[in-house]
């Protein structure tokens, strides 16, 4: 299985007389993990949701292989293009195990069972997430963390050469934010995800696209774009940015903007 | 306490509740149909033989097997008897029956299809729209699909209804327990208002008498002749819910993530309702409107075989029968000679069973987040 080739073109997307995002284009390549970042409010989820068919794009298109992604059923992507999506289900109760199962749906037809091999593939998405041990849990009891690891495995079992996942290191611990991210890197599928870690984004993704107000301010390898300059211009903060020496990955690191606390602290011996 | 004792018991809060979380099998399921279906059969025996006249369940048997032409035993019994078990008990456990499981897996469906547990075909003003279609087709006469006007106007009746709950409860793309409620609620005081007014200013006094009876669901007065079509709603039904339950479990993880696995959400939601309302306004037509069974089976059936719809539905049919057929005979005994509106007994049962469930699902809820 390779990756998916995307091609984002000119998309503008609108709710009601609102743009949330204006003339967009981005493309991922065969087997790349394109990172989304940018700032609450600048079109991340918006431009991830016309990918994955939810939201129809005013203008442009959305060419997933060469084929417009909006001219296919929905069942047929479904069977390229996963995602996870930031909203959450339904509060009936389901097994870990019968929710990854869910996303063998696209790749049955109305009366077909569940085969060993969907069987094995649900097991070793839910290994990839390392969740093998929450299989028989019921969805609706896990923490945020173990939720969204589900979430992906269910994703990983639709089999995509697109992966589209919105924030997926939300709610997961630090150990987590690193399998996951370790996961997507390994894929041979195409990868686009909204972060809003720059430094995990700088070193998991191979470029990233800065969206600002709609629209993409930046583009390209992490080492290229993300400069104290642009961070100051998107995020609107202080900044330092430097190249990891053990990661080789740029390094972001925000400077408080309140000046007393720029200079270092007396340590004050009765609080230790 | 040091570090390392505080990880075990840690470790062992942790495996205790994924003991206690544990879910039922494909084992569970299979004795659970087992179980529902011998239930069936001894609650169907009971049905016939529990009433006015007590006809011993052997003699049951031997009438129904008799009329079968399947004879186990020589016949012993009296013509009246045979004329009591077949031709007025028979049709009635039947319905009830039929109603029962139709009722519960329209609910089970409902509750995905809107996505909240609440949603029931009697709370959503559902069949008071169906109610409402067939009171119109009865005060004005109106024939115009033939001795199935009554089911026909009923299925419009419960469309439109279903469809004025929907588009006034849902907002911003959500639906929120609150809000389904009182539209609802709204909509059948307005429904059930409409078809008061009808009924007490129409000139056919003794038909009103008789509509307003049937307005508080019973299964009495079925016979042979307009059996089948109840019957055939619900066979229609429940096969192309069954072939639909991958889809159903689909919708429980959301609207979004529905479509992102393939499901064209608002051409699926649209076919659904107008099979729902067609089931629903048949089974009206059939009963008048019976609350509460569509969602207390539904509720009841997952806390045994667990969320996943191929095992929801056919779960919840058998059980929202064995459970309509002994409603229905409470109805007849309890306060006997007199009879009671099977609705009014359903009522009675599923009212504190939906308090319950709100006050569990807000319990989840500020558990959630707390957490």
């Not at chain 2, 569970?28 to 006249?53: E, M, N, W």
């Not at chain 2, 079925?222 to 919708?251: E, F, K």
Request: glycine residues 10%.
């Amino acid at each position: 299985m390779t990756g998916t080739e995307l091609v984002v073109d000119g998309v503008t997307l609108t709710a009601g007389a609102h743009r949330l995002v204006e003339d967009v284009s981005l493309t991922a390549r065969s087997g790349e993990v394109i990172g989304l970042v940018g700032p609450n409010g600048s079109g991340k989820s918006s431009l991830l949701r016309a990918v994955y068919r939810v939201l129809r794009p005013a203008t442009g298109q959305i060419g997933v292989d060469g084929t417009d992604a909006w001219s296919l059923p929905a069942r047929r992507l479904a069977r390229t293009v996963a995602a996870v999506v930031q909203e959450s289900g339904g509060e009936f109760d389901l097994t870990v195990l019968e929710v990854v199962a869910m996303g063998r749906t696209p790749h049955k037809r109305l009366l077909d069972g569940d085969t060993p091999e969907d069987a094995d593939l649900i097991r070793s998405a839910l290994a990839a997430v390392d969740g093998t041990d929450l299989a028989h849990r019921p969805f609706d009891r896990l923490s945020g963390g173990e939720r969204q690891r589900v979430l992906i495995a269910r994703a990983l079992a639709q089999q995509p050469s697109l992966l589209v996942l919105d924030e997926p290191t939300n709610h997961l611990d630090i150990r987590h934010q690193l399998e996951v991210l370790g996961t997507l890197r390994r894929l041979s599928a195409t990868v686009l995800v909204a972060l809003h870690d720059l430094n995990l984004a700088a070193y998991y993704c191979d470029r990233l696209y800065v969206l600002c107000d709609g629209k993409v301010t930046a583009s390209g390898p992490p080492a290229d774009i993300l400069t104290p300059r642009l961070l100051a211009e998107v995020y609107d903060v202080t900044s330092e940015v430097t190249i990891h020496p053990r990661t080789g990955a740029p390094q972001v690191t925000f400077l408080p903007q309140t000046p007393h606390l720029t200079t270092p602290v007396e340590a004050d011996p009765s609080s230790s | 306490m040091t570090a390392s004792a505080a990880d075990t018991n840690a470790e062992r809060a942790v495996r205790r509740r994924q003991q206690d979380d544990r879910q039922p099998g494909p084992a569970t399921f299979a004795v659970t149909l087992t179980v529902l279906a011998a239930l069936l059969v001894v609650s169907a025996t009971a049905g016939l033989a529990i009433g006015s006249v007590q006809v011993p369940p052997g003699q049951v048997w031997g009438i129904v097997t008799h009329a079968l032409g399947a004879d186990w035993t020589t016949p012993n019994w009296s013509a009246a008897r045979e004329t009591i078990v077949l031709d007025v008990r028979a049709p009635r456990v039947l319905l009830g029956a039929v109603a029962g499981a139709g009722l519960a897996v329209v609910g089970t469906a409902l509750q995905a299809l809107i996505r909240n547990p609440l949603a029931e075909p009697y709370l959503l003003g559902v069949s008071s729209g169906a109610s409402l279609g067939a009171v119109v087709v009865i005060v004005f006469g109106v024939t115009w699909f033939g001795p199935t006007s009554l089911s026909v106007a009923a299925f419009a009746g419960a469309l439109g209804a279903l469809l004025l709950v929907y588009a006034t409860a849902r907002t911003g793309g959500r639906i929120t327990s609150a809000r389904l409620i009182l539209s609802g609620v709204a909509i059948a005081a307005m429904l059930t208002a409409v078809l008061d007014l009808l009924l007490l200013t129409t000139d056919r006094g003794n038909e009103a008498r008789a509509v307003l009876a049937w307005t508080l669901g019973g299964l009495g007065g079925v016979n042979w002749d307009t059996l089948w079509l109840p019957s055939a709603a619900l066979l229609l039904g429940i096969g192309i819910l069954m072939v639909q339950a991958r889809n159903l479990n689909l919708l429980l993880a959301g609207e979004e993530a529905a479509t992102t696995m393939g499901l064209d959400v608002a051409r699926f939601r649209a076919r659904m309702f107008v099979l729902l309302s067609l089931v629903t306004g048949i089974l009206v037509a059939a009963t008048g409107p019976i609350g509460f069974v569509g969602l207390m089976l539904p509720h009841i059936v997952r806390l045994v075989v667990g969320g996943d719809h191929r095992r929801v539905l056919p779960t919840a049919a058998l059980g929202g029968a064995v459970f309509l057929i002994w409603a229905d005979i409470a109805a007849r005994v309890v306060a006997a000679p007199m009879e009671i509106p099977v609705g009014v007994l359903t009522a009675l049962c599923g009212g504190p069973f939906f308090l319950w469930l709100m006050r569990r699902d807000a319990r989840r809820n500020t558990d959630r987040g707390g957490a």
